[in-house]
């Protein structure tokens, strides 16, 4: 258990305590992936992946940026209007490598490959990968569209993900489409320099 909480956790928390330690926000980007990145390194033999082309992660994962842009302004911020970030060059690019490939790894491993399966059953290493009850299925997309402040397409999103782990019975799939759902908003942020969607 402790695999998939402790990374989790720091991934959490790390951002938090940046804010209240007033720790600039490049530098919290670094440690963030410095200390998540090593967690999930000491872990690695539970989060084996084999990366591969998937054609549900993908289009699924740009299915996901298109919700994610599309729905800007369209409800309520439950949390606190966003902040644009920083737009330094170092910023961006330690916020585009931690969203890319920090992220998706451990939310999808937190949430749909753990959390899931724990909900169901203490024994959770015995649930199969991609069954869900009505129960797991709806605290899991609560979970991941409100840990978002952007809830309503992180809702949508959590559905999406959920639906591609039943289809394909493959964790990598998720990850994937996370990943390509999170280069997609950071490509379209730079570009646009609409820095408040990554607020």
């Known amino acids: 258990m402790r695999q998939f909480v402790f990374p989790f956790a720091a991934y959490i928390f790390v951002p938090i305590g940046s804010v209240l330690l007033k720790i600039d926000p490049t530098l919290a980007q670094l440690l963030k992936i410095i200390l998540v990145g090593g967690l999930i390194f000491y872990y690695r033999k ?38 644009a970030p920083p737009t330094n060059d170092s910023y961006v690019i330690l916020r585009l490598i931690g969203s890319v490939l920090i992220a998706p790894v451990i939310e999808e491993f937190f949430t749909r490959f753990f959390l899931n399966r724990i909900i169901q ?20 997309v609560l979970f991941f569209g409100l840990s978002h402040n952007r809830w309503l397409p992180g ?31 950071g490509i379209y942020v730079i570009t646009t320099q609409n820095w408040i969607l990554w607020g």
């Open 46 to 83: 539970n989060y084996k992946l084999k990366f591969m082309l998937d054609g549900w992660g993908t289009i699924s994962g740009l299915a996901i940026f298109v919700i994610w842009v599309g729905f800007e302004g369209l409800y309520p911020f439950i949390f606190g209007a966003p902040q």
């Open 121 to 140: 059953s203490n024994h959770w290493e015995k649930v199969p990968l991609n069954k869900f009850t009505l129960t797991s299925f709806t605290i899991t």
């Open 155 to 185: 809702i949508i999103s959590g559905i999406i993900l959920n639906l591609v782990l039943m289809k394909t019975k493959k964790i990598e799939s998720c990850v994937l489409a996370h990943a390509v759902a999170n280069l997609a908003l």
